[in-house]
């Protein structure tokens, strides 16, 4: 569940420059192996968390790890809201192109995909930090590589993972008996129940990975995915994926004419009995949405048959952070058992640990154990494969295509 589609292209030409200056930077930081020093620094500083504010759900968890920061290590946490996570890198990269490479504005970002992979090319980020946070110790990247690369991107230490995600659909019981199990099967539910579904604006995350769950069914070499789009094929690659969303658009919501913002407003159109069936990267967003009064008990979720789309969420320090001790306590804190446990509650947020169950303590595994599942939540073997993110570059290049094709229309 990540907003990350602008790659600010009016701003590559400062992206040159940002490299060297940037590489030099990072060398400046905190000494990861003095984990004192950090919590002794790191008391009274005010980190500035630029997360994606579209869920009620979230800003309450960071609201939640705010109050965990300030009583235990003094330090305050502010959510900066964003709507598209560009917004942050736009900062980063204009402090960068203004010369300010220390005292940053933003401290911390949640960041994924192509915004990470610009960042880390032209070495914006701090790092790498991630291992060496005490609480690595819970994480399995060796069983689960997922944990160690963002899109195809080797992380490299430069994001700390704090939330799994994978798509899943949700929908009211009686319309999706039986329920699409796959892309194909989807456009001929929608046929068969007009104006019952709708995906949102590819602008958001959560539409643009609807397009990649899709493309990655219908192209004829899926594994081409995993490397960087190019010219020389790319209308080829995506020509089935183009041809599928003609012929799903009539048949959509207000017939593909409108499309809801984000996960959010999916939500309130299934609230308001304007649609049956939607989607979310959060496989515990039917079940929260239930437990909050928002959905209808009958509904239920599911995934197609051959897997859907998944990752990992990530944090990561920009170079110029001002106030990095605090975000690195706040990013450990994060990996702790106690605040995954939360935030894997259904009742609340409901985002998948990143935590190996093997390398907790008995005591720790019980807060997982202990937590409701969610009456609309499946299971691990129920959400079955995990298709891997394709190559950040052809994200970029289907959102475009997709405005050029349906904006406007």
């Not at 690595?136 to 799994?164: H, K, Q």
């Not at 959060?282 to 998944?310: C, H, Q, W, Y």
Request: glycine fraction near 8%; charged fraction near 20%.
């Amino acid at each position: 569940m990540k907003p990350h589609l602008k790659l600010l292209p009016f701003f590559l030409g400062f992206l040159a420059f940002a490299a060297v200056a940037g590489g030099r930077a990072q060398e400046a930081s905190p000494d990861l192996k003095n984990w004192p020093a950090i919590l002794e620094k790191g008391r009274g500083q005010t980190v500035y968390w630029y997360a994606w504010g579209g869920s009620q759900a979230l800003n309450d968890y960071i609201a939640w790890a705010g109050e965990e920061m300030r009583s235990r290590y003094g330090v305050s946490v502010v959510e900066v809201k964003l709507t598209d996570t560009a917004e942050a890198v736009t900062r980063v990269l204009a402090e960068k192109s203004a010369g300010r490479n220390e005292g940053g504005a933003v401290d911390l970002v949640w960041i994924n995909g192509p915004n990470f992979a610009s960042m880390k090319e032209n070495h914006l980020l701090f790092g790498p930090f991630a291992e060496d946070l005490p609480n690595f110790r819970y994480v399995d990247a060796a069983t689960n590589p997922s944990l160690r690369s963002d899109f195809t991107i080797p992380t490299e230490g430069f994001e700390a993972p704090w939330s799994l995600a994978q798509i899943v659909f949700y929908g009211d019981g009686a319309a999706l008996s039986p329920h699409p199990g796959s892309a194909l099967s989807l456009l001929d539910w929608a046929k068969a129940h007009p104006g019952r579904f709708v995906y949102p604006n590819p602008s958001n995350f959560l539409g643009a990975t609807f397009l990649k769950q899709v493309l990655i069914e219908l192209t004829p070499d899926a594994a081409r995915l995993q490397q960087p789009a190019d010219d020389l094929d790319f209308d080829k690659v995506t020509a089935p994926l183009f041809a599928y969303l003609d012929a799903l658009r009539p048949h959509l919501w207000r017939q593909g004419r409108a499309y809801p913002l984000n996960s959010a407003a999916l939500r309130t159109l299934m609230a308001d009995g304007e649609i049956d069936l939607a989607l979310s990267f959060n496989p515990a967003e039917a079940s929260s949405a239930i437990a909050r009064g928002e959905l209808p008990m009958s509904v239920r979720s599911f995934v197609f048959d051959k897997g859907t789309i998944g990752n990992a969420s990530f944090l990561a320090i920009p170079y110029n952070a001002a106030h990095k001790e605090g975000a690195l306590l706040l990013c450990d804190f994060l990996l702790s058992p106690e605040a995954q446990a939360k935030k894997q509650n259904p009742a609340g947020y409901g985002g998948l640990t990143v935590l190996s169950m093997r390398k907790l303590s008995a005591v720790d595994r019980a807060r997982f154990e202990a937590l409701p599942r969610g009456v609309a939540t499946l299971s691990t073997e129920e959400l079955g494969p995990v298709l891997p993110e394709p190559h950040p570059s052809w994200m970029t290049r289907i959102v475009t295509a997709w405005q050029r094709r349906y904006e406007g229309q």
